[in-house]
């Protein structure tokens, strides 16, 4: 069976830091460019962060940059978020994907996502 299985989200003061993991069952992610989504409440999904499968060249949306890091561990078949300096803007529910093509963006062709993990930044 093919899964994700995200783990990591929960709650943060402002300032403070998570890391997301994202651990693939069933299929090596060595052919899959990895993203990291989020959904906020009453806004539309976005991309956060993305990393390919040739170079490890990766993608960050203009709000996490300098914040969040993307890495992947293909020996273990494990992508991470390093999300530092988190800003309450942050909160949302954060799910992992992965596309068949290498690629560094993070645009609408990835097709196979995880369950979420709910990442909340508050005081």
């Known amino acids: 069976q093919l899964q994700f299985v995200e783990s990591g989200g929960g709650l943060a003061q402002p300032g403070g830091s998570l890391r997301l993991s994202c651990a693939a069952s069933?299929?090596?992610?060595?052919?899959?460019?990895i993203g990291w989504f989020r959904q906020a409440p009453g806004k539309e999904r976005e991309g956060v962060s993305c990393?390919?499968?040739?170079?490890?060249?990766?993608y960050y949306t203009d709000s996490v940059k300098g914040r969040f890091t993307i890495s992947r561990d293909d020996a273990d078949n494990t992508v991470y978020l390093q999300m530092n300096s988190l800003k309450p803007e942050d909160t949302g529910a954060y799910y992992c994907?992965?596309?068949?093509?290498?690629?560094?963006?993070?645009?609408?062709?990835?097709?196979?996502w995880g369950q979420g993990t709910q990442v909340i930044v508050s005081s």
């Open positions: 990393i390919n499968n040739s170079d490890g060249g990766t």
């Open positions: 994907a992965a596309v068949l093509m290498d690629q560094t963006i993070c645009g609408p062709l990835y097709d196979f």
């Open positions: 069933g299929f090596t992610l060595d052919y899959y460019a």
